[in-house]
């Protein structure tokens, strides 16, 4: 079967960095995705790599292990709104996205 | 409107009755999904559409049906609804005809089936 790990919760503090990390093993391998999701509202999208390696976007990277079938994403000076839940998403041979749970990260002062 | 919209925001509904849950898209992208998300559950598709005149299943599509009559709407339908379809539904849409096909959500609608 398809399957997405993630830690279900992490806790951080403000102005600190926190790694956030997804392992999976799908059927083909299109690209995957990180996205945020705050509380009560729709995921939006962070992030995106499909070759190996680190992509960076301000405070936040995201990296790639195709072989390992691993990702992270890195959050840098943490600010109290990046309180949200973190998605992982892997696209497969069907080009379907296959969503982790998500990663609640709590953020304290 | 910019984006994606979904109808209605939240409702609740007795056991058995039908539902259409409306989402419109004015980004002209020409694919289109409906996903479900329940706690401590992935995002799961339910249906999808790759282009206007076409619809195809995900993974939870049993007690649910979609139309896509166009490029903008895609309803998603309960015929009879059960108490396992409470959830928050989700719609989205991609443009499919290149770059990384990005999936874009609506706000979400709430359903609660009693």
């Known amino acids: 079967g398809q399957n997405i790990d993630q830690p279900t919760e992490m806790t951080a503090t403000e102005g600190a960095i926190v790694q956030i990390n997804c392992t999976y093993q799908?059927?083909?391998?299109?690209?995957l995705f990180w996205y945020q999701q705050h509380a009560g509202e729709a995921p939006t999208f962070l992030s995106y790599?499909?070759l190996d390696g680190l992509e960076e976007k301000g405070r936040f990277s995201s990296f790639l292990s195709r072989s390992k079938g691993y990702s992270y994403l890195l959050l840098k000076e943490l600010q109290m709104k990046d309180s949200a839940s973190y998605l992982c998403a892997v696209r497969d041979s069907n080009y379907q996205l296959i969503w982790g749970a998500g990663t609640k990260l709590i953020i304290k002062p | 409107i910019a984006g994606i919209t979904q109808a209605p925001t939240s409702q609740i509904l007795a056991a058995g009755r039908r539902m259409t849950l409306r989402c419109t898209q004015d980004m002209r992208h020409n694919a289109m999904y409906w996903y479900r998300q329940d706690l401590g559950l992935g995002l799961r598709l339910i249906h999808y559409s790759n282009t206007a005149g076409t619809t195809g299943k995900g993974e939870v599509p049993d007690g649910y049906s979609v139309s896509r009559a166009n490029t903008d709407d895609f309803p998603l339908t309960l015929a009879s609804a059960v108490p396992s379809q409470t959830s928050v539904y989700f719609c989205?849409?991609?443009?499919?005809?290149?770059?990384?096909?990005?999936?874009?959500f609506g706000p979400g609608t709430r359903l609660t089936v009693l």
């Open positions: 790599n499909v």
């Open positions: 989205a849409s991609s443009d499919s005809q290149g770059g990384t096909d990005t999936q874009y």
């Open positions: 799908t059927s083909g391998f299109n690209g």
